[in-house]
T-cell receptor, first 112, second 113 residues
Framework: ETGVTQTPRHLVMGMTNKKSLKCEQH?????MYWYKQSAKKPLELMFV???????ENNSVPSRFSPECPNSSHLFLHLHTLQPEDSALYLC???????????FGPGTRLTVL | SQQGEEDPQALSIQEGENATMNCSYK?????LQWYRQNSGRGLVHLIL?????REKHSGRLRVTLDTSKKSSSLLITASRAADTASYFC?????????????FGQGTILTVHP
């Protein structure tokens, strides 16, 4: 148990749906991340937040919209996704952003 | 090829044997990290080695870093069936955004009882 939780753990959605992924950490960390893990591809960094401010957007399509309302919570809002967006979405946090990262269990997303 | 490439892609050994995985990268780094992932789950941090360090130990893990060759190795000694997982190296590249890690594709380790 790393102290980073993600909900839901599994999500199936149609291409026209709108859904949100939630990540929560109560480790007192200042940095939070969204990653995408697809089969046969390296883990891809999507977004980085430091002290609630977005410091990295790794050329992610606008159908993915992150939100960081406070230092403990991170959301990923999804709308009009494509089947190729099906993947494991991982959230992570880090004490200062330059240390090791603590990962949540991930949300397995399937887009039909 | 990409930053943080692991070699081999898959490794199969017997319990009690040692497992060695290698990672190569292309750019200057602040640190290099190793993570483990059990099937379809989140990653677990194993060890971090900074660019000015050459070797680090943690329990049965030994990590080396050779910045002149831009390579690192992870050695797991006296492997156990529970070590079966995917192992990833990740680099914190110099000059990139705060906390941005680049991961390799990983080595799938299978330890047979």
């Amino acid at each position: 148990e790393t102290g980073v939780t993600q909900t839901p753990r599994h999500l199936v959605m149609g291409m026209t749906n709108k859904k949100s992924l939630k990540c929560e950490q109560h480790l007192g960390h200042n940095a939070m991340y969204w990653y995408k893990q697809s089969a046969k591809k390296p883990l891809e960094l999507m977004f980085v937040y430091n002290f609630k401010e977005q410091t990295e957007n790794n050329s992610v399509p606008s159908r993915f919209s992150p939100e960081c309302p406070n230092s403990s919570h991170l959301f990923l809002h999804l709308h009009t996704l494509q089947p190729e967006d099906s993947a494991l979405y991982l959230c992570a946090s880090s004490p200062r952003g330059v240390d090791e990262q603590f990962f949540g269990p991930g949300t397995r997303l399937t887009v039909l | 090829s990409q930053q943080g490439e692991e070699d081999p892609q898959a490794l199969s050994i017997q319990e009690g044997e040692n497992a060695t995985m290698n990672c190569s990268y292309k750019t200057s780094i602040n640190n290099l990290q190793w993570y483990r992932q059990n099937s379809g789950r989140g990653l677990v941090h194993l060890i971090l080695i900074r660019s000015n360090e050459r070797e680090k130990h943690s329990g049965r893990l030994r990590v080396t870093l050779d910045t002149s060759k831009k390579s690192s190795s992870l050695l797991i000694t006296a492997s156990r069936a529970a070590d079966t997982a995917s192992y990833f190296c990740a680099t914190d590249e110099s000059g990139t955004s705060y906390g941005k890690l680049t991961f390799g594709q990983g080595t799938i380790l299978t330890v047979h009882p």
